[in-house]
């Protein structure tokens, strides 16, 4: 094992394989691919945020935008003991917008949400698509039963490196969903209460 700081160890990878020991390779390996994914989430919000770019859209499904979002986000909402579900839109069209764009943004909302839950009981985020054809107004949201934001805080949290989780955030998720929603001509807002949840 290595040292880490407060007197704490992690496995050893190395040490792992030369004596086969498949438990901490688990381990050591698992600690790897959460350093990865972080440090890939890091670069690529750091790039869309620095960059000023037009949206390339094409024909998509934000349906299958939310079922994406959600699946890929099972396992970090079951490591917190958060139930995750998608609610979907039977009558969504299809529409323009750009695909990759529009899942980093929904990305980073989830993993908030998911985040903010973390120690709830009772935890539960749902991500739904909504359309409206009066206004012909695509909707995705994000509910949570979280920890919640302070009336204060709810300007700030779109502001880049403003972060309220302390060092498991980089304060660019939010400022980076905005800037593409902003990018399609739409907008990110936030209802919330401390104690009680949030809606994104």
């Known amino acids: 094992t290595k040292p880490l700081g407060g007197g704490f160890a992690r496995p050893d990878p190395d040490d792992a394989l030369a004596s086969k020991a498949v438990d901490t390779i688990r381990k050591g390996w698992g600690i790897v691919e959460r350093i990865q994914e972080r440090i890939s989430a890091l670069v690529m919000d750091m790039l869309t945020f620095s960059k000023e770019r037009e949206p390339e859209p094409r024909a998509a499904d934000l349906n299958e935008l939310v079922n994406d979002v ?12 958060v139930a995750l ?34 120690e709830i009981e009772g935890a539960k985020v ?48 939010l400022p980076v969903s905005r800037k593409i929603l902003e990018e399609h001509g739409g907008q990110i807002t936030v209802t919330s209460e401390p104690g009680r949840g949030s809606s994104f």
């Open 85 to 118: 579900e998608a609610h979907i839109d039977p009558g969504m069209p299809i529409l323009l917008f750009d695909p990759e764009a529009m899942h980093r943004a929904l990305l980073n909302v989830v993993t908030n949400a998911i985040d903010a839950c973390d």
């Open 126 to 173: 749902t991500v739904s698509s909504q359309y409206d054809p009066t206004a012909k107004l695509a909707r995705l949201v994000v509910n949570d039963n979280g920890a919640g934001i302070a009336p204060e805080d709810h300007d700030a949290i779109f502001h880049v490196f403003v972060s309220r989780k302390g060092g498991r955030g980089t304060g660019l998720g």
């Open 70 to 81: 959600t699946e890929l986000m099972q396992i970090h909402a079951g490591d917190l003991n």
